[in-house]
């Protein structure tokens, strides 16, 4: 066992907020069921060590409702189908967990009893307490919001203390650290600054929520094993922290 497993954990309860994308692998859609797993590796470690887990998963790999609209399709029915994209990689996530022992609920913003739990704050709170993993489906269960969002309001409905937003670069950069060798990365940044530079860490929406009720966002990379932990024990090493008093460069 690695001695920051043994650490005290800064974060007892955490949203963790998965892109669609992150499930594909190196595929070019769909689910890559290794991958999958490899993440239902990380969240059950942390979950075991104490931490009340929630997650918000993306449908892009599956199915992205802005770009069915940029297709001709009216907007509101393709963010209705990019919706049930997310229920379907619930579901896979759910039934990953669950094949290694995790008990893990699944509840959704459109009800669909058959499948997944209707999503009523309270029970979502005695899952955690219960400590089940609770996988929000659905979004909001309403047009023109993202899953971005929906992982911010979620978040602050349950309480959680942050939201670790998972991605595939190691935190949140001044310029695309794959074009440009020069770029910088942030170790801090103020909401603020994410807002007025648009910096594509979450919807515009999503930070402003976060900002208004304080609760800080860690934008880290999930294709280094081990770093769901890193950022539940507070390695500060680890991604950028959104929610800072000033800006700070790693």
């Not at 770029?183 to 929520?209: C, E, F, G, P």
């Amino acid at each position: 066992m690695s001695s920051d497993t043994k650490s005290p954990l800064r974060y007892k309860r955490i949203l963790l907020k998965l892109s669609g994308e992150a499930l594909m692998g190196e595929g070019k859609y769909g689910i890559h069921p290794p991958t999958l797993a490899g993440i239902a590796d990380e969240v059950i470690e942390v979950a075991q060590a104490g931490v009340e887990v929630a997650l918000v998963i993306g449908g892009g790999n599956i199915f992205r409702g802005v770009a069915g609209a940029t297709e001709g399709m009216d907007r509101a029915s393709a963010d209705y189908m990019g919706m049930l994209a997310t229920c379907i990689n619930s579901m896979a996530m759910q039934d990953a967990l669950e094949k290694k022992g995790l008990h893990t609920r699944v509840l959704s913003a459109i009800k669909m009893e058959q499948i997944a739990e209707p999503y009523i704050r309270r029970r979502a709170v005695r899952h955690l307490e219960k400590g089940r993993v609770v996988i929000f489906a659905a979004g909001t269960g309403n047009p023109y919001f993202t899953t971005d969002t929906a992982a911010s309001l979620r978040a602050m409905e349950i309480n959680a203390q942050v939201i670790l937003k998972a991605t595939k670069v190691d935190g949140i950069y001044n310029a695309d650290p794959k074009k440009d060798p020069t770029a910088r990365r942030y170790k801090t940044l103020t909401y603020m600054d994410v807002l007025r530079q648009n910096l594509n860490v979450m919807d515009s929406t999503a930070i402003s929520l976060c900002m208004d009720n304080k609760l800080p966002i860690i934008v880290f990379d999930l294709t280094v094993r081990g770093n769901i932990r890193r950022a539940v024990l507070g390695n500060g090493e680890i991604g950028t922290l959104v929610g800072g008093t000033e800006t700070a460069w790693a």
